[in-house]
């Protein structure tokens, strides 16, 4: 029998992959240690840029609250200054259609006035035609003597 050779024993203790189908004979590797062995600088230095990455997005959070919170204030003052001004039109509107009724009213007075003025000259036009057709109506009446035979 033939003596092994160097590299045939070194094979023995190379590293082997986790337990699965067979494969050649090596030393268990426990993989996840090794790589988090390998990772743990590269993290470490992740880690500063982690932090300034969350206060970054913290301090845009703070940011976009603030301008929330302005964006707010303003609408509710621009809608309390529309209220304000809805007011006043319709204060202005309604005193506008009052000073139009109003003169309108007068406008209708004035007619009435002149109905009632045309409406009396024409009654005291006819008044004294219609008296003396009374009166003269009377006085016939008065001057008959009465039917049923008298003393």
């Given at each position: 029998?033939?003596?092994?050779?160097?590299?045939?024993?070194?094979?023995?203790?190379?590293?082997?992959?986790?337990?699965?189908?067979?494969?050649?004979?090596?030393?268990?590797?426990?993989?996840?240690?090794?790589?988090?062995?390998?990772?743990?600088?590269?993290?470490?230095?992740?880690?500063?840029?982690?932090?300034?990455?969350?206060?970054?997005?913290?301090?845009?959070?703070?940011?976009?609250?603030?301008?929330?919170?302005?964006?707010?204030?303003?609408?509710?003052?621009?809608?309390?200054?529309?209220?304000?001004?809805?007011?006043?039109?319709?204060?202005?509107?309604?005193?506008?259609?009052?000073?139009?009724?109003?003169?309108?009213?007068?406008?209708?007075d004035k007619?009435?006035?002149?109905?009632?003025?045309?409406?009396?000259?024409?009654?005291?036009?006819?008044?004294?035609?219609?008296?003396a057709r009374?009166?003269?109506?009377?006085?016939?009446?008065?001057?008959?003597?009465?039917?049923?035979?008298?003393?």
């Amino acid at each position: 029998m033939a003596a092994p050779r160097v590299r045939d024993l070194l094979l023995r203790f190379r590293p082997s992959g986790s337990p699965g189908r067979a494969g050649p004979a090596g030393v268990p590797v426990d993989l996840p240690q090794r790589l988090s062995a390998e990772l743990e600088p590269l993290f470490a230095l992740l880690a500063t840029t982690e932090d300034e990455c969350a206060a970054i997005v913290e301090d845009g959070r703070r940011r976009a609250a603030l301008v929330q919170r302005t964006h707010a204030e303003r609408a509710a003052a621009v809608r309390a200054g529309m209220r304000e001004r809805a007011e006043a039109e319709r204060a202005a509107s309604g005193a506008s259609s009052h000073a139009s009724a109003t003169a309108a009213g007068a406008d209708l007075d004035k007619e009435v006035d002149a109905l009632v003025g045309a409406l009396r000259s024409r009654a005291q036009s006819l008044v004294p035609a219609y008296v003396a057709r009374v009166t003269a109506a009377v006085d016939r009446l008065c001057s008959q003597p009465p039917d049923g035979g008298g003393p």
